[in-house]
């Protein structure tokens, strides 16, 4: 997936279709709760071929946004068959930054958190910076410098300051060297 950029941040990614009415399935990154209120998104790239809706600079309505059985579903107004909703697999659902969902004291987003440097508690040492995300379930994985991971957990990412663009930890032993590619 692509980084959202200035001024947009990416709440799903569109997947697959799901019935004959144009609605489509997609991968959540916020919280159920945020789908509720959505009236309209932008949709950025994906797509099997180029469609009236994908890569506009314009708003998307929503007809309506829910889950079924723990898979969101979008139905967007105008796109009201199998063959409208394929144009629009591999989409990025997005909304202007302004329209983030307040976080709980100690949440981050993961966009945040690209560009931190991240460096040892202990020693002080730079180890790199945060160049990506990826969705581990649980507390997911920092990727840092695209060359290694490092859980996202409060007992190694021990400082967290997005505004300082920093992350301090503390790694366990043999970490560093553990999955480098």
Request: glycine residues 12%; aromatic residues 8%.
């Amino acid at each position: 997936m692509s980084s959202p950029g200035a001024g947009w941040v990416t709440i799903a990614l569109l997947g697959k279709t799901r019935g004959n009415r144009g609605e489509i399935t997609a991968f959540a990154f916020s919280k159920p709760e945020r789908y509720q209120t959505l009236k309209e998104v932008w949709l950025f790239g994906g797509g099997t071929q180029a469609g009236p809706v994908t890569g506009r600079e314009m708003p998307v309505p929503l007809e309506s946004t829910w889950f079924h059985n723990g898979i969101l579903i979008f139905k967007f107004r105008g796109v009201d068959n199998i063959s409208d909703a394929e144009r629009l697999t591999g989409a990025e659902v997005r909304v202007p930054i302004e329209e983030r969902v307040p976080l709980e004291p100690d949440e981050f987003f993961a966009s945040d958190l690209t560009g931190c440097e991240v460096v040892d508690r202990r020693t002080g040492e730079p180890l790199g910076r945060v160049t990506g995300w990826q969705d581990a379930g649980g507390s997911g994985l920092l990727e840092i410098d695209g060359d290694w991971l490092i859980p996202f957990a409060r007992s190694i990412c021990v400082e967290i300051d997005p505004a300082a663009k920093r992350v301090a930890v503390e790694l366990p032993e043999g970490l560093r060297d553990l999955n480098r590619s």
